[in-house]
């Protein structure tokens, strides 16, 4: 099930970093709120989730969204980091 979500949230962040900049998902995906959380509440955020997945493969925020536009680079991403999921949980 983990596999599932890991690649259906990291196709869906290729969709969205291929639309054009005023789309309202890459909008909302690239803003940052301001202010603090209460206390007791987890940091965590889908953004920050994608960010950690990203940095254990070795990329940055800017090369995801250069790696995204193109379509067939995308797939051999997601494949490599389902791959290295799986071998990270056993």
Same mark, same amino acid.
């Given at each position: 099930m ?19 900049q005023?789309?309202?998902?890459r ?9 603090? @959380?209460?206390?007791?509440r987890p940091?965590?955020? +889908?953004?920050?989730? $994608?960010? &950690?997945?990203? !940095? ?8 995801? @969204? ?7 680079? +995308?797939?051999?991403? $997601?494949? &490599?980091?389902? !791959? ?7």
């Amino acid at each position: 099930m983990e596999t599932i979500i890991i690649r259906r949230r990291w196709r869906w962040i290729g969709q969205v970093l291929r639309k054009e900049q005023d789309a309202i998902p890459r909008v909302a995906v690239q803003w940052r709120p301001e202010g603090h @959380r209460k206390r007791g509440r987890p940091k965590t955020t +889908w953004r920050r989730t $994608v960010e &950690a997945e990203a !940095a254990a493969m070795g990329q940055s925020w800017g090369t995801l @969204r250069m790696l995204a536009q193109d379509r067939e680079q +995308w797939k051999e991403f $997601v494949a &490599a980091l389902i !791959a290295n999921g799986k071998k990270g949980s056993k």
